[in-house]
Each structure stands twice: as structure tokens, then as C-alpha cells.
């Protein structure tokens, strides 16, 4: 930029929430694995490294998507202003995170996983004199596809910085003869040596990064409760995750390069386009999902499995097992019916919308939950039978992020309420709490009918309890998980509040960066918290107890 004669030098200064949003983030997923992934007092075996390694794959698939710097390099048509001060895509301020919370999310979440493993119990630890390195455990196949992956997206995005840039056209059209109108426009982009420059640098980060994991993943030490055998296994467990999640992204990368080069010329004329490296990025993905990791082998050799509680060949138990995947249909079952009432839902006021499909998908699993315990009563329980409840219901780990995910509800209320008020905004915040108040009342079917409900009949010592836990365990999982999203649907919705309650200068057309950041981490918060399996209950300190005479309900 030229100015007064000079030339005065680009300067960008990033967030601080840039820095300290990943740190937030690594402490709150060390938090998860440790204490609600891992149980406390649970020592590491086949069963529950399988299901800690499972969880770290999950989470960092979910933390892999690219989908918002999709249009990196891209200026949309339509805005001739600086596109320093909009949600362009082509400066360092809004490059930078776009690339950086994907690259850096998944390369942090699996270093995570392997030091959130439980530390030794033994007084002394068992040496180990074999020098661990990464050949010894890296699976061959996948290694070499993704090392095919890294050069095919390095070629695609050299080859598109010989691109030249293109100077955005608003849209419009022009009467070409009498019958018909020709219409031009389009959205225009940025040099191709610039993108390139950015995405090859994300590359070359993910690159060092998933070396950096690997030689992590290998000299981790050994979980002493299980053979030399299965943490080898182990160790290959955990590449396989690693490998086909930054394989994804290193094909998100090249598809980002394509849908640059796609793009053709406004000035042209030419409006139809298409991303052939999409297709490929899609192919890819396809097969990364499918390449799945080997089985860690149990005491006995075979693959292990979660364990069930007592007496899980029993109806009831069976029945309660059923409950669990119809709550998985019933929680998608908003976004089926939604695709039929689109017009409905944009018609809607944006303050109720997402808030009303929280609590409708909350509604619909409370009352499977309610109708599990009814027909629990109906076909397997006595009135002879003693009603046993579980003295430890809930995991003191669920206990706490439920109690947590509710003081920060009410806090983003409270904030919010307050902020709004300094800018002169209507209630934005009412919605959501209305409606979460309506979550917790429709909770309160479903937890009487598990306490009312007699005891099973026919049943091994501790499945009425255990059964009674689970459905417990879903409820609270459930309330936790509302109330993290409702929450980041109020600071999402209200970022310029907490920006004027924190007396920060704010845009009214662009979101307040810390507040959709900490928005962002509970929407991702609120996943994994109903995503958070019922802990396996036989032996896992679910104790019970028949209710005393005077607490029985008649």
C-alpha cells in the first residue's frame, strides 16, 4: 500500500483469544479424557485404552473439518470496501485462524490423548530396554497412502500459485436481444501465489506436526496392566487415527485450492463452475473413514468389548440397550422433519430458532427415556420385587459437568442480559432460558418413573439397579449437553453484548471474536457430552442399596 510517496508496510495483529483459545481447549479436552472418558479409579485394561483411543479418534476427527476456510483466497462480488473489516477470507486476520484451529486442533488432541493415559500406580515401574521407534509401529499401508495424499495436495497447490488474481464483479445482467437476458458477475479472488503461500505453509505445519505425534505416539510410555504385545498394538492404534485424520485435512487443503482455481473470470461472462478436487477430497474422506484400526485383544484373545452390566442377557437389560440407539433417532429425527419445514424455520425469528430445535431434540430423547422406564414396568417389573437404586447414579465426573454446564448457562444469561441492555437490544437471551427451563421440567417424567418403577423381576443381584443408573446417566448427559448448547447458541447470538460488558469496541455487523470463540468450544463441548457413552456399570463403583420403608413410594 502506497501512501504520502511511501510505502507503508502490511501489519496485522492477531487476537489474543488466538492464543489463548487453544490452551482453553487443551485443558478442557485433557479434562474430558481424564475424567470422563477414563473413570476415576479405573486402571487402564484392553477395554478401556480401546475406548480412550476411540474417543481421541472421534474428537479429532470432529475438531478436522475445514469447512469454514473453504473460501479462503475468495472475495465475494457485491462489496467493493477494504476487505480488512468484513469476513473475507484474504487477509492474515481472518486466514490465520481459518487454517490454524483445524491443523493445530488435531495435531493438539492427539498428543493429548496420549499423556492423558492414567499415570502408574505401582511404587516401582517396569523397565523397558527396547528402543521404540516409529517403524515399529506405524501401519505401512496407510502410511504411504497418506504420504501419497501430502504430495498430491503439495503438486495441487504449487500448481495454483501461477494463478492470477481476479477483481470481484457485482451481479447483474443486460437485455441481449428481445427474448432473453445475458447475466454477469461473479466473485473474484486473490493472487494464486498468496493462497499457495498460506496453504502450503498449513501443509508444511501438518506435516512437522503429525512427525512430531508420531515420535510421541512411540515414545509414550508403557500402561504396566497391559502385555508388551497390546501396547504395541496400541501404539499402532493411534497412528492409524492420527494418519487418516491429517490425511482428511491435507486433502481438505488441496480441495480449498481447488475451489480457487475453479473459479472463473467474472469479467469473462462465465458464471458455472466445479471443483473437481472436491470429488477427489470426497474420495478421500470415504476411504479414511473405512481404513479402520486393528482390535486391541482382550485377557482372552478376543477383540475387546465394553463391558455390560450384570445380567446382560436380560430382557430388561436388552430393552434398556434398545433405548440407547432410540435415542440416536430420536435426536436426528428434528433434522429429517426439518428438511420439510424449511420455510417455517427461516420464517422464524433467529433468536428462536436454534434454541427451539435444542430443546425439541432434548424433549424427544427425555420422553424415549420416560417411555423406556414405562415399558420397563409394564413387561419385566413386579410389585413383589424391592425397588434398589443405585447409591452413586451418576459418575461424580457427569456430576460436575452438569453442575458446570449450568453455572456457565446462567452466567451467559446473566452477561448477556446485562450487555444487552447497554446497547439498547431486545431480550436475545429470554429464548434460550424459557426454553431450557422447559428441558428441565419434561426431565422430571422421566427421573419419577425410574424412581417410581418396581424392581425387576427375575433379575441377577444389581441389574435393577444398574438399570435404573443408566436411564439416570442418560437424563443428567442429556440436561448437561442442553445446557452447553443453549449456552453457545447465547453467546453466539450475543457477542456485542459481552463485548459492551466488557467495554470493547465492536463492529454491529461482525460477531465479537472471544464470544463466538467461547461459543465454538461449548457448541463442541455440548457434542461430546451427549456423545459420552453410560460407563460400563458391573464392578464400576454403581453400587445400590434397597430404598429404606420410609423413602419407599407406593
Same mark, same amino acid.
Given at each position: 500500500m502506497q501512501e504520502s510517496g511511501g510505502i507503508v508496510p502490511v501489519q496485522f495483529e492477531l487476537p489474543p483469544m488466538l492464543l489463548l483459545g487453544p490452551l482453553v481447549a487443551a485443558v478442557v479436552l485433557y479434562l474430558i479424557l481424564r475424567w470422563v472418558v477414563w473413570e476415576p479409579k479405573m486402571g487402564a485394561s484392553p477395554e478401556t485404552v480401546s475406548q480412550h483411543a476411540l474417543w481421541v479418534g472421534v474428537i479429532g476427527w470432529m475438531a478436522s473439518s475445514l469447512q469454514g476456510a473453504m473460501n479462503v483466497g475468495i472475495i465475494p462480488a457485491g462489496r467493493t470496501n477494504s476487505p480488512v473489516t468484513g469476513p473475507f477470507l484474504v487477509t492474515p486476520e481472518t486466514i490465520i485462524p481459518a487454517l490454524a484451529w483445524p491443523i493445530l486442533g488435531v495435531l493438539g488432541i492427539h498428543a493429548i490423548g496420549q499423556v492423558s493415559y492414567p499415570r502408574p500406580k505401582r511404587l516401582r515401574r517396569k523397565a523397558s530396554l527396547h528402543v521404540r521407534k516409529i517403524r515399529d509401529f506405524l501401519p505401512r499401508p496407510l502410511a504411504w497412502t497418506t504420504l501419497a495424499i501430502f504430495t498430491g495436495a503439495t503438486l495441487f497447490i504449487a500448481w495454483t500459485a501461477t494463478l492470477s488474481a481476479y477483481a470481484p464483479m457485482p451481479y447483474g445482467s443486460v437485455q441481449e436481444d428481445a427474448e432473453g437476458f445475458r447475466t454477469f458477475g461473479g466473485d473474484g479472488r486473490i493472487a494464486g501465489i498468496e493462497l499457495a503461500t498460506w496453504l502450503g505453509a498449513a501443509l508444511v505445519v501438518l506435516a512437522a506436526g503429525t512427525c512430531v505425534v508420531l515420535l510421541l505416539?512411540?515414545?509414550?510410555?508403557?500402561?504396566?496392566? &497391559? !502385555? /508388551?504385545? /497390546?501396547?504395541? $498394538?496400541?501404539? !499402532?492404534?493411534?497412528?492409524?487415527? &492420527? $494418519?487418516? !485424520?491429517?490425511? +482428511?485435512?491435507?486433502?481438505? &487443503?488441496?480441495?480449498?485450492?481447488?475451489? *480457487?482455481?475453479?473459479?472463473? /473470470?467474472?469479467?469473462?461472462?462465465? +458464471?458455472?463452475?466445479?471443483?473437481?478436487? #472436491?470429488?477427489?477430497?470426497?474420495?478421500?474422506?470415504?476411504?479414511?473413514? @473405512?481404513?479402520? =484400526?486393528?482390535?486391541?485383544?482382550?485377557? +482372552?484373545?478376543?477383540?475387546?468389548?465394553?463391558? !455390560?452390566?450384570? %445380567?446382560?442377557?436380560?430382557?430388561?437389560?436388552?430393552?434398556?440397550?434398545?433405548?440407547?440407539?432410540?435415542? %440416536?433417532?430420536?435426536?436426528?429425527? =428434528?433434522?429429517?422433519? #426439518?428438511?420439510?419445514?424449511?420455510?417455517?424455520?427461516?420464517?422464524?425469528?433467529?433468536?428462536?430458532?436454534? =434454541?427451539? *430445535?435444542?430443546?425439541? @431434540?432434548t424433549a424427544l430423547i427425555l420422553l424415549v427415556l420416560a417411555a423406556g422406564e414405562l415399558l420397563l414396568q409394564r413387561n419385566y417389573a413386579s410389585t413383589d420385587q424391592p425397588r434398589i437404586w443405585p447409591r452413586q447414579p451418576v459418575s461424580p465426573a457427569l456430576f460436575t459437568t452438569a453442575v458446570l454446564a449450568l453455572l456457565v448457562f446462567v452466567t451467559t444469561l446473566v452477561v448477556s442480559a446485562s450487555g444487552n441492555s447497554l446497547i439498547g437490544r431486545d431480550g436475545g437471551w429470554l429464548p434460550p432460558a424459557v426454553l431450557s427451563a422447559a428441558g428441565v421440567i419434561l426431565a422430571l417424567p422421566a427421573f419419577f418413573a425410574t424412581q417410581r418403577r418396581h424392581g425387576i423381576r427375575d433379575a441377577p443381584p444389581g441389574l435393577d439397579a444398574a438399570l435404573r443408573a443408566i436411564t439416570v446417566y442418560r437424563i443428567v448427559r442429556t440436561l448437561s449437553a442442553m445446557f452447553m448448547a443453549q449456552a453457545a447458541i447465547v453467546l453466539l447470538m450475543n457477542s456485542q453484548a459481552w463485548a459492551a460488558v466488557f467495554g470493547v469496541a465492536f463492529m454491529p455487523t461482525i460477531p465479537w471474536w472471544p464470544a463466538s470463540l467461547a461459543g465454538a468450544v461449548l457448541a463442541g463441548g455440548a457434542i461430546v457430552t451427549a456423545l459420552v457413552p453410560v460407563r460400563a456399570l458391573a464392578g464400576s463403583g454403581y453400587r445400590s442399596a434397597p430404598l429404606p420403608d420410609r423413602e419407599a413410594i407406593t
Open positions: 505416539i512411540s515414545h509414550r510410555r508403557q500402561l504396566e496392566p &497391559l !502385555t /508388551d504385545h /497390546d501396547n504395541s $498394538l496400541l501404539r !499402532t492404534i493411534a497412528m492409524n487415527r &492420527l $494418519l487418516r !485424520t491429517v490425511a +482428511t485435512v491435507a486433502s481438505g &487443503l488441496a480441495v480449498i485450492a481447488g475451489n *480457487f482455481a475453479a473459479r472463473p /473470470d467474472p469479467a469473462v461472462g462465465s +458464471t458455472s463452475w466445479t471443483n473437481v478436487a #472436491g470429488l477427489v477430497g470426497m474420495a478421500v474422506l470415504l476411504a479414511m473413514l @473405512v481404513w479402520a =484400526p486393528p482390535k486391541l485383544a482382550g485377557p +482372552t484373545g478376543h477383540p475387546a468389548k465394553l463391558a !455390560t452390566p450384570a %445380567g446382560g442377557s436380560h430382557p430388561a437389560a436388552r430393552l434398556v440397550s434398545s433405548v440407547g440407539a432410540a435415542l %440416536g433417532v430420536a435426536a436426528a429425527l =428434528p433434522l429429517l422433519v #426439518g428438511v420439510f419445514l424449511v420455510p417455517a424455520i427461516m420464517a422464524a425469528p433467529a433468536s428462536y430458532g436454534p =434454541p427451539a *430445535f435444542v430443546s425439541l @431434540v
